[in-house]
């Protein structure tokens, strides 16, 4: 028996901006989002360029961590290069949040403040820890919760793939099973969206969940791109069909 994903999802400009500079992934093994910055035709070239690479890794199927961080790494130096050569685009650069299935278990590798989450027994967990200034404040207990989500410079992020920082992403491994859920998002949902609002989309089904989390972004004013996917953990005695590679967004 090995696990696999099956998963929908949903790349929305939202309510304020006119373009969309996140990029997903959805696979039988591998999930992803990527949210680009840099403006309009650079936030969108960097996060189609992970995406990019995160899809070359799902079809050959091999999808240890060394793998998705290396896609990372091929990003950096594909980001350094456009940038070089059209200094209009200098600034670009991505967040990324990768799920792959690792045996019984599944492997994130994270750089930025896009998020995923895990459904399991009726409670949802932050797998992931966002690379921002607040969070260093937060983790420091210099603010609270309360202030964190309306401080000036929440948006400022500490990590991201782009030509110039140097990066070290998150690897980190969590046994999952069957009927588990995995939710990966931009920070157009958690920026604006509420726990427990997700934890109630989530106990629909799939469509329906993905549905109701960009509606809740929208009815909470969606001012960025919001990008959803929502995956269920189930068993399954045949081969993953690397093949079945969807891209969503910019």
């Known amino acids: ?3 696999r994903f099956l998963a929908v999802g949903s790349s929305d400009p939202g309510v304020v901006r006119s373009h969309n500079e996140d990029s997903g992934l959805i696979s039988p093994r591998l999930l992803a989002v990527a949210d680009g910055m840099g403006g309009h035709a650079a936030g969108e070239i960097a996060s189609t360029t992970i995406i990019r690479e995160l899809a070359a890794v799902a079809v050959k199927g091999n999808l240890g961590d060394n793998n998705l961080v290396r896609a990372i790494e091929r990003t950096k130096v594909a980001l350094a290069d456009l940038s070089r050569s059209d200094q209009t685009r200098a ?3 991505t967040t990324v949040s990768a799920v792959s299935v690792n045996g019984n278990n599944i492997l994130v590798v994270h ?3 896009s998020r995923v989450y895990r459904y399991h027994n009726g409670a949802l967990l932050l797998l992931t820890r966002d690379h921002t200034y607040v969070q260093t404040l937060l983790d420091g207990g210099e603010i609270s919760e309360a202030e964190a989500k309306i401080h000036p410079k929440r948006s400022l992020l500490t990590q991201a793939v ?3 920082s140097n990066i070290s992403p998150d690897v980190i491994e969590v046994e999952v099973e069957p009927g588990d859920r995995i939710l990966v998002c931009s920070d157009g949902l958690s920026g604006v969206v509420e726990p427990d609002v997700m934890l109630r989309a989530l106990l629909k089904d799939r469509d329906s969940a993905v549905s109701d989390l ?6 909470a004013g969606a001012p960025d791109n919001v990008t959803v996917i929502v995956a269920d953990v189930v068993a ?3 081969a993953a069909d690397a093949r079945g590679v969807t891209v969503i967004g910019a």
């Open 1 to 3: 028996m090995s696990l």
């Open 236 to 238: 399954t005695t045949q």
């Open 111 to 113: 750089v930025g403040d």
């Open 214 to 219: 960009v509606a809740a972004a929208q009815a």
């Open 162 to 164: 782009d030509a110039q």
């Open 91 to 93: 600034g670009l650069g």
